[in-house]
């Protein structure tokens, strides 16, 4: 399957209106004359940051602050750090896993000397996000000098292929989340959703960027921020395989989402949304509802809601997928602490799985 994030396209997006602090590289890997392969690699320098995330205040996120800040501040990334789930490389399927991460491992060698060449440290070097298939494939040695690590799961929902209408999904949801459903649903009554059109996300640009940045600032962690030119320039060059839904409230935007139609995956995006109203309209959970009503719809097989409120997707149907990345500091002294420090500053989420159809 073509991967959307790996397209002429969305790489056109990441050069128009990519973080301030993200520096994108896009690489060919050839054998011989022939093109085998095509990576993504981001460079962030969390230094133009002005906040990693203001909903922890507590002297572990302080310290979390002054070290990335002091001793990580430049990170070299194989992969795409805004979406979750393996975006950063396709090769010829001729090309075995041994010879991929290779070829990885060498474009970040490459890479790292250009950055140095243009006065910019690499602190960080990490490789994201690898299912459990892909590392087992992996020889050990060829990555023996990484810390492997895995935070929170990918929460991917499956569609069943006899689910043709969102009442299909319904009739599956046992009593408890049926209720649950139809209170979201009678909460949500007097809210307008609509999709929005290119002149209508550029009209509302600065609400919608409002709204955004509202819901990434109080984020327990962030490594960038969009630039507010970026749901428009999503829209102008992908059209209708990027979808943006405003929903209103007595005619004023109080929340968007945004979906991209990857091939028969549904990848889920960037929101927003007013907290207060969110909380006394269930809106963030109407949204879910709405995006799995219309992926059902138009026959998708699976949509990737990715890392965040992993409880709230579990209890819609979500199942999640562990991801696994290597990290190594260029410090050979903070190297040797990097499980131990990687551990401690790593934001931990408690959730309990639920499980909301019929058994």
Known sequence: MKNIFLSREYLEILEKSAPINMRC???GFFDKEELVG???????????????????????????NFIFKNFCSNVLLMGNNMVTGQNSFAFSEEIDKKTIIEGLLLAMSDLKAILKYSGKKTHITSLKDFEQADIEAFEKDQIKDYFQFSTQPNMIFTIPENWTTEQDYIDALSKKYRDQ????????????????????????EEEIYEL??????????NTFFLAKNHFRVFKEILNDKFLFYGYFLDGKLIGFNTLIKNGYVMDTYFLGYDDGIQKDKMLYLNMIYDM?????????????FARTALEIKSSVGAKPMEVFGYIKHESKLIDRCTKTIFNYLEPKTKWQQRNPFKE
Request: net charge positive; charged share 30%; aromatic share 14%.
């Open 292 to 304: 799995i009503a219309y992926s059902i719809k138009k026959g998708f097989r699976e949509i990737v």
């Open 181 to 204: 459903y139809k209170r979201a649903r009678k909460k949500a009554v007097e809210i307008e959703k609509r999709k929005l059109n290119l002149a209508e996300i550029i009209k509302y």
């Open 212 to 221: 955004y940045f509202h819901v990434a600032k109080n984020a327990p962690f």
């Open 38 to 64: 095509i990576g993504l690699s981001q460079f962030l320098d969390l230094n133009l940051l002005q906040s990693f995330g203001e909903r922890d205040k507590c002297v572990k996120a302080s310290v979390r």
């Open 25 to 27: 590289f896009f690489i």
